[in-house]
Nanobody, 124 residues
């Protein structure tokens, strides 16, 4: 059974940076992790969950317009870990951030696993 555990959230001021990590366990080898479709999502209080960034198995990426140029998704297959580097954070980035893993490639994909989330709070 695959398990995803996020970490790296916290409380920061506007303009600062955070790096979120999503450690995956239960994959049968780094090749299985490498071939997964993975993404970061967020949900602010009282709002619907929204996609932040996704990564295809070949490493190509897509970002929400609101985070383009500020956030970077990356993956370390040797460590079975997905990252989200968040720079120039804004108060509107405040949310619970979740990572997800699944199958396929954009836009035809499906998620099989979700993490429990890590809170990011940005003050002005």
């Amino acid at each position: 059974q695959v398990r995803l555990v996020e970490s790296g959230g916290g409380s920061v001021k506007a303009g600062e940076s955070l790096r979120l990590s999503c450690a995956a366990s239960g994959y049968s080898g780094s090749s299985a992790f490498s071939s997964a479709f993975m993404g970061w999502y967020r949900q602010a209080q009282g709002q619907e969950r929204e996609g932040v960034a996704v990564m295809n198995p070949d490493g190509t990426t897509k970002y929400a317009e609101s985070v383009k140029g500020r956030f970077t998704i990356s993956k370390d297959s040797a460590r079975n870990t997905l990252y989200l580097q968040m720079n120039s954070l804004k108060p509107e980035d405040t949310a619970m951030y979740y990572c997800a893993a699944g199958r396929g490639r954009w836009p035809n994909f499906a998620y099989d696993y979700w993490g429990q989330g890590t809170q990011v709070t940005v003050s002005s």
